[in-house]
Each structure stands twice: as C-alpha cells, then as structure tokens.
C-alpha cells in the first residue's frame, strides 16, 4: 500500500505557497492531497480562504475541500478520522499522500502529537451557543483561561469558533464524558515527516498584500455577504470585517488595510504555533521535494 510510503505533512503560514508546491510535489511524486485548512473545508468560501482553483482541483485529487456546510460545526477529532479515511483511500489507489494546511491543531492530531479530548456533549454545546449569542468572544476567552489555562494562551480572544469548542472541550472532561479511541498516523504506525515552508517576512508581507487585492478583486465581498454573519464559518480571517464594511462601517480603503492587518497577525500566530511543533523541519520550498525523498524514501 502507498500508505506504506509515508505521508507527507506540508505546513507553514498563510500565503506561503503551501498549496502551489503541495500540487507540484503530487504530480512529481503520484500523490493525492489531503486538506488541512479549518476553512477550506467549507463550501462556497474560495476566495477568501484562499482554497484551490477549479484548474488547481483537475490536476490533482483533493480531499476535505469544500464539502462541509458553513454552519457545520467541525472539530480536530473529525479531521483525524477523515484524513486518514482520506490517506486509506489513496493508499488503495496506490497513491501516496500529501497533508498540505495551516491549521496547526490539525495537523498536530493527525501526528499523534497531542491527545484529542472527550467527545462533545450536546447540552454544553447549547448551552455555549447561548453564551456566545449572548457575550462577546473576548469574555468566553477569560473563562477558558480559568477552565485551562493551557489551550487559552494558544488561541486568540477573538477566535470564537476555536474558543467555544476548547471550552466545549474543557467543561466535558469535567463531567467525565469519556474519550473517544482515535487514530493517528503514530497510532497506526505509518511514518510521516514534517515540512514548514519558511519565507522572508517582507516577502510574505507583500504576499498578503497580493492576496487582498486579489481576494477583493475577485468577489470576496458578495462571498462574505452570501455566508452571513450567522455562520460558523464567517468569523475566519477577513470575513468579520467584511461584514463590518457591508454594514457601512469603514471606507474600502479602511477594509483594504484590515484585511492586511488581520492576516499578518494571523500568520504571526501560525509562525509562533509552529515554532513549538514537535518534530517539523524548517526549510524553503525548493527544498521540500529533496527533505521528502530523504525522510520518506520518495
């Protein structure tokens, strides 16, 4: 089986051209790509999650792209299941597989690198919708950093999607729901390496800069107005403040340099996660095709 070949986990900040090269090293290498993006797996948000083009998709098989409804809810514990459903299922096409995302938790469940906790449980869930209806994502952040103080210092205050279910997370292990056996790549004994894409903090700055021009250029406005303000999905980066501007809160040139804003601090945030990731290698693209044929044998 190719699973057998290992699998390669692709990583590093938004705009460093993960998915570019992802597509590059499939076709050199006759694998499948396996989303790990918390926001691309949504549909009907392309453009402002930066999700693979139409023409991107023809050339190589993708998987947890675009198939989850933008009010869904989505944990790590569902990724894990489903990439490694995604990884079983190339391996029976004899394909190997690439992780490609910048969703750190992820990537580092998928690892077996951190123990995924109890399962949900549906009361507490309704009752932080309550309270996320009710408080802003600021005030849910304070209590986490009572109920654990760990998972806390990780997350932004405004993340509200990640804070909500950390505390979901946290208050169900208190009521002793218990957790579920999952898989891994570790657990299930197939060898995999690590890459982090590195790019000169000028570089990416422009980069980002290219990204919103494009993103606005390109429809990211009726996108972010079509989810609307009630779905889960729409408080990933940029979509808060697009809102804000459909509801005539900024001028376009206020939107424009949020948008920025916000994207640097998120790749800020990506940069400091994986600098604590156990195991990644650190190194420039042109490079990963190399890294991956020695760790792997590819």
């Not at 930066?50 to 947890?64: E, F, G, I, M």
Request: hydrophobic share 45%; charged share 25%.
């Amino acid at each position: 089986m190719a699973a057998a070949d290992g699998v390669l986990i692709l990583t590093g900040p938004t705009c460093s051209g993960k998915s570019t090269l992802a597509i590059e090293l499939a076709e050199r290498f006759d694998a499948e790509i396996v989303g790990a993006d918390s926001r691309q797996i949504y549909r009907g948000m392309p453009v402002g999650t930066a999700a693979p083009s139409a023409a991107q998709l023809a050339r190589v098989r993708h998987h947890l792209i675009a198939f989850l409804d933008p009010h869904e809810r989505y944990n790590a514990a569902r990724f894990t299941r489903d990439a490694m459903d995604a990884i079983a299922g190339a391996a029976v096409r004899g394909k190997r597989s690439i992780v490609v995302g910048g969703t750190g938790f992820y990537l580092r469940a998928l690892a077996g690198d951190v123990a995924l906790s109890a399962a949900g449980d549906p009361a507490i869930r309704e009752r932080l919708a309550r309270e996320a209806r009710l408080h802003p994502p600021e005030t849910l952040h304070a209590w986490l950093s009572v109920r654990d103080p760990g998972r806390a210092a990780q997350l932004a205050a405004g993340d509200r999607y990640r804070v909500v279910r950390a505390l979901e997370i946290a208050l169900a292990g208190e009521r002793g729901a218990s957790a579920p056996e999952q898989r891994s790549l570790r657990e299930a004994a197939i060898p995999f390496v690590k890459l982090a894409l590195v790019v000169d903090s000028a570089e990416l700055d422009e980069r980002i800069g290219a990204r919103v021009d494009a993103m606005l250029r390109d429809g990211f406005l009726d996108e972010a107005e079509r989810i609307g303000a009630s779905a889960i999905a729409s408080d990933a980066v940029g979509y808060p403040q697009a809102l804000a501007y459909l509801a005539g809160q900024s001028t376009h040139g206020e939107l424009r340099r949020m948008l920025v804003r916000v994207t640097r601090r998120y790749a800020k945030r990506q940069r400091t996660w994986l600098r604590s990731e156990p195991g990644v290698r650190f190194l420039g693209a042109r490079d990963a095709a190399a890294a991956a044929s020695e760790a792997l044998g590819w």
